[in-house]
């Protein structure tokens, strides 16, 4: 059983920074690609980034250069830091877990990092991230 806990989400204005936090509980959470996903209002839940349990990162087009994921193995602990915040990026951000231990290549499609939400066994609450203009 894996358990997933997300913090970090507030409300900026477009052009801030916010870092979320999933802390993951649970032997296997270790092992495994875990990714983050949002929601923006009235679209579909979308991947955003991912990381392996060897640290390797994997980002969505529509953040790169933007988000930075990254991994406290040791406090079994996944940030998404978020930079450069539009509007657009207002969602509600949560980290799930599933079987696979490796993003790439099970979560690619097209050589684009492309999870399907469906995949994913474990969920978090997840956390709103609000960004104004």
């Known amino acids: 059983q894996v358990q997933l806990h997300e913090s970090g989400g507030d409300s900026v204005q477009s052009g801030g920074s916010l870092r979320l936090s999933c802390s993951a509980s649970g032997d296997t959470s270790r092992d495994s690609c875990i990714v983050w996903f949002r929601q923006r209002p009235g679209k579909e839940r979308e991947g955003v980034a991912g990381i392996d349990a060897d640290g390797t990162t994997a980002y969505a087009t529509s953040v790169k250069g933007r988000f930075a994921i990254s991994r406290d193995s040791g406090k079994n602990i996944v940030f998404l830091q978020l930079n450069g915040l539009l509007p657009d990026d207002t969602a509600v951000y949560s980290c799930?877990?599933?079987?696979?231990?490796?993003?790439?290549?099970?979560?690619?499609?097209?050589?684009?990092?492309?999870?399907?939400?469906?995949?994913?066994?474990?969920w978090g609450q997840g956390t709103q991230v609000t960004v104004s203009s």
């Open positions: 799930a877990s599933g079987k696979r231990r490796f993003c790439h290549p099970g979560y690619y499609s097209g050589g684009l990092f492309n999870p399907v939400w469906a995949e994913f066994y474990y």
